[in-house]
């Protein structure tokens, strides 16, 4: 309770400090009634919600710029900036969803500075050398908007499957590999 009391604080101070920034944008109200079970609920603000409108756009430009103004002027900001851009480029490396299957293990394998996690198969936990990519998911998409979401491996049909999700389509892609003979099919 102390914490968040001294960070708010802290904030007020550093608002008062910044040179020049006038109060965010206003948005209008425009009040829009709907009833849920019988119960009247008003949103002054519904129209925000409507990407399509120019005034919605205009007042969401406003708020960028004055979000990017008072962001852009907090003391230190720059130096914390490079010191969270060096956290996060390191080499590091996580391995998720491990699966043995026979004398092999296929894992999620994510390693920044990539943003989604690929496919690997392992001979060994005790040998990361031996790791061999089966998919990436950047090489399926270049834009980096594809990720695997999950993957299921059945020995009896020697086949791998994973689930794919684009971020720009709700449409699922749904990949199998066959071991025997190697292939790929997406649908």
């Known amino acids: 309770m102390l914490r968040s009391h001294w960070i708010a604080v802290s904030v007020l101070i550093i608002g008062a400090l910044l040179p020049g920034q006038s109060g965010p944008p206003i948005a209008r109200k425009e009040p829009v009634t709907d009833v849920y079970h019988g119960v009247k609920v008003t949103d002054d603000y519904r129209w925000l919600e409507d990407w399509s409108n120019p005034n919605t756009r ?3 430009d406003a708020q960028n710029e004055y979000a990017r103004k008072y962001l852009g002027a907090i003391p230190g900001r720059s130096v914390l900036r ?7 480029s390191k080499q590091g490396s996580n391995f998720l969803g491990l699966r043995r299957r026979g004398d092999k293990i296929f894992a999620l394998h994510f390693q920044p500075p990539r943003e989604q996690p690929f496919l690997i198969v392992l001979d060994s936990p005790d040998d990361l050398e031996s790791a061999r990519i089966i998919l990436d998911p950047i090489q399926l998409d270049p834009s980096g908007g594809t990720s695997i979401d999950f993957l299921s491996l059945h020995v009896m049909a020697s086949t791998l499957q994973s ?11 749904f990949m199998c ?6 292939r790929v099919c997406l649908t």
């Open 163 to 173: 689930h794919f999700r684009k971020v720009a389509a709700n449409p699922v892609m």
């Open 58 to 60: 205009l007042w969401s």
């Open 82 to 88: 490079e010191q969270l851009a060096a956290l996060f």
């Open 177 to 182: 590999m066959k071991r025997q003979p190697a």
